[in-house]
């Protein structure tokens, strides 16, 4: 039996510039680096984690 790996893709949409410093580090701890640019992580419990931390600076694709 072959497990599939889920993935996510998110996308920066605004500026972390301004914001709280941990916010900040989430953002880059997810390898965002400028705006509009798109990972795709692995769909894990501290990946959702850091993303719900940082919903209003990033889109889920």
């Known amino acids: 039996m072959v497990k599939e ?5 998110v996308q920066l949409v ?13 953002v880059r701890g997810l390898g965002l680096r400028r705006l509009n640019s798109v990972r795709e992580l692995e769909d894990t419990p501290a ?9 209003y600076l990033v889109k889920l694709l």
């Open 14 to 26: 605004r500026s972390p510039i301004g914001c709280k410093e941990s916010h900040r580090a989430t």
């Open 47 to 55: 990946i959702r984690g850091m993303i719900n931390k940082v919903d």
């Open 5 to 9: 790996n889920k993935t996510l893709k």
